[in-house]
């Protein structure tokens, strides 16, 4: 693949890697840092993008694996330790009040997720539409939050 032939392909790619990539970060900054970067990923692995089928395609596959490892390394480490820093609940208003202050250590997109499904009983079609995301990533947000939250929960022994 010859230079020319790249820049043609991103220059087609460019629009929809950026409407992708704004979708899954919600920030302008990060999503135009997440489209260069896999521009020169890309750059550096012409072999695998002249070999594609849909080269447009190709580059926005490249591009949701970038943001998706942008939004892991975004994702909070020591949620447990935080926990710890919280008192025990006493009554039922106490624990949902306490349940809340867990959701708000919970990952943006999984607060999100949590929130639409427990809270507005949304289906996970109109999730998925809502946030710009699959609903089999809706789904495995759902279940990494609820697992994270109940480690939150039982860590202080209620």
């Known amino acids: 693949m010859t230079a020319e032939e790249y820049k043609e392909t991103l220059t087609a790619a460019w629009p929809?890697?950026?409407?992708v990539a704004l979708g899954l970060l919600r920030d302008t900054d990060s999503a135009r840092d997440a489209v260069q970067e896999t521009a020169i990923s890309l750059w550096t692995h012409l072999d695998k993008l002249e070999k594609a089928a849909n080269r447009q395609a190709y580059c926005t596959g490249a591009l949701r694996l970038t943001c998706m490892a942008r939004l892991r390394s975004r994702a909070p480490r020591d949620d447990l330790a935080a926990a710890e820093e919280t008192p025990a609940p006493e009554t039922e208003?106490?624990?949902?009040?306490?349940?809340?202050?867990?959701?708000g250590r919970l990952p943006r997109q999984q607060q999100e997720v949590f929130l639409l499904r427990v809270r507005s009983e949304m289906e996970f079609a109109a999730i998925a539409d809502r946030l710009s995301i699959t609903q089999d990533y809706a789904r495995q947000l759902l279940s990494r939050a609820r697992k994270t939250l109940r480690n939150l929960y039982h860590r202080n022994d209620l």
């Open 16 to 19: 929809a890697m950026t409407r």
């Open 93 to 103: 208003t106490e624990t949902e009040d306490y349940l809340m202050t867990l959701v």
